[in-house]
């Protein structure tokens, strides 16, 4: 069975989180981060050894996949919501 993945960039976070908008567009940061990892089958718990795993980035050479899911994942959220002042 094939290992599963963390997005490769913020562009992809950032059209799960919309997806997930539609759904519930009162949903908090907490729970669109915990849809997303049970959309895309991650380990539910932070603990789980998947997260300390290395991978390599487009910007760094290489981080826990938990710095990049995090990171990724701030960047899209803060990308949203600053569209959404602009408009």
Request: charged share 40%; no cysteine; aromatic share 10%.
């Amino acid at each position: 069975m094939e290992e599963p993945t963390i997005p490769g960039t913020y562009h992809t976070f950032m059209r799960l989180i919309r997806r997930l908008q539609e759904e519930d567009p009162n949903a908090k940061r907490k729970v669109l981060k915990q849809r997303i990892i049970d959309l895309l089958d991650l380990p539910p718990e932070k603990d789980d050894p998947y997260w300390d795993e290395l991978e390599f980035s487009y910007l760094r050479s290489s981080r826990t996949r938990r710095q990049l899911f995090d990171d990724r994942f701030n960047l899209a959220m803060h990308r949203i919501r600053k569209e959404e002042r602009k408009s």
